[in-house]
């Protein structure tokens, strides 16, 4: 279990490396492209920093661990909430500058999570197409709010010739986390199933405890470092979009895993994923509540309950 655990953690430093400079390196394409930041951080930064949990969960659906696919997503996104929390935490007293349109993707993210909820009671086959769909469909939701609240219209370009180092640089920094998400699944996968020993008794963590806290961690060390980053330079809504982006396109590639599952990943998952379902609509629930409300003392109540929350969530997942 010690060299596993070596492994993992030279792996999500890899991981944590790439994740950071390849968001750097969407940042200026969203810049010199003319897209909106809020737009950059709700699809490009956050499509860029759920990378890992694209591979990871294909790469467990093929072992045929749906536990695995599950607790990765859905304990990504309990952890992304977290790193709102973290941000708080550590500092930031320009959190309450977040603009409240940010609510609207946060109910976004609330709706497809639910949804996903809802067909694993179903446990139909066409269940990842459905959330393929609804995805497509809010991406598009999202596009007319957003041109609806910008007064100020920019041209958008691709920039091709202008930008092309700058886009060979991005999909190096790609090919790196697609590797390494690969790999750190396959130590994942020996960690949820290798026995340990604590005071004479022998423990297994399970695929379920391994994807909330291990793998879904792991992925979403860019998700924390992008929105620290964020924070720091005046970006608070590009934080925020990155986040509740990246709870939406978990769930996308919630879908996009059922593909490459052997079966109906949909009728495989364990039962206790829809406790972290609810926990996860309590902590998107708090974070709502705090971008209406505008919290602005130093003592930020809404970050500890987040935490909270998110501790309750693992203690039961171990437990089970």
């Not at 492994?7 to 969203?30: E, H, M, N, P, Q």
């Not at 909820?117 to 197409?129: E, R």
């Not at 469909?137 to 596009?143: E, H, M």
């Not at 978990?250 to 593909?259: E, R, T, W």
């Amino acid at each position: 279990m010690a060299i596993l655990l070596l492994k993992f953690l030279i792996i999500s430093i890899i991981i944590t490396f790439a994740g950071y400079k390849l968001t750097v390196s969407g940042d200026r394409i969203g810049d010199e492209t003319g897209f909106g930041s809020n737009m950059v951080g709700f699809i490009l930064l956050a499509s860029i920093t759920s990378l890992p949990e694209l591979v990871t969960a294909i790469s467990a659906a093929h072992l045929k661990s749906a536990n695995l696919v599950f607790g990765n997503m859905i304990g990504s996104n309990i952890f992304n909430m977290v790193v709102i929390a973290i941000v708080v935490v550590l500092g930031s007293r320009k959190m309450h500058e977040a603009k409240s349109e940010n609510i609207f993707n946060a109910s976004m993210g609330l709706f497809i999570v639910a949804l996903a909820g809802i067909l694993t009671f179903l446990k139909l086959k066409i269940s990842g197409v459905i959330l393929g769909i609804f995805y497509i469909a809010i991406i598009y939701l999202s596009f007319k709010f957003e041109n609806k609240h910008n007064k100020k219209e920019e041209k958008t370009s691709l920039k091709i010739k202008e930008l092309w180092k700058e886009y060979l640089l991005f999909l190096f920094l790609s090919a790196i986390i697609v590797i390494s998400g690969y790999y750190l699944t396959i130590i994942c996968d020996k960690m949820a199933t290798t026995p340990f020993n604590i005071n004479s008794k022998t423990i297994v963590l399970g695929s379920t405890f391994v994807g909330q806290l291990f793998l879904a961690i792991s992925t979403s060390l860019p998700e924390l470092i992008v929105s620290i980053s964020a924070v720091k330079i005046g970006k608070i809504d590009m934080a925020y979009a990155n986040v509740f982006g990246s709870n939406i396109f978990n769930i996308f590639i919630l879908g996009i895993s059922s593909f490459f599952y052997p079966g109906n990943m949909f009728a495989s998952v364990s039962p206790s994923i829809l406790f972290s379902i609810l926990i996860f609509f309590i902590l998107v629930s708090i974070t709502i509540g705090s971008l209406k409300y505008r919290i602005k003392s130093k003592f930020r109540i809404d970050a500890y309950l987040l935490i909270l929350f998110y501790l309750l969530n693992l203690y039961y997942i171990f437990s089970k």
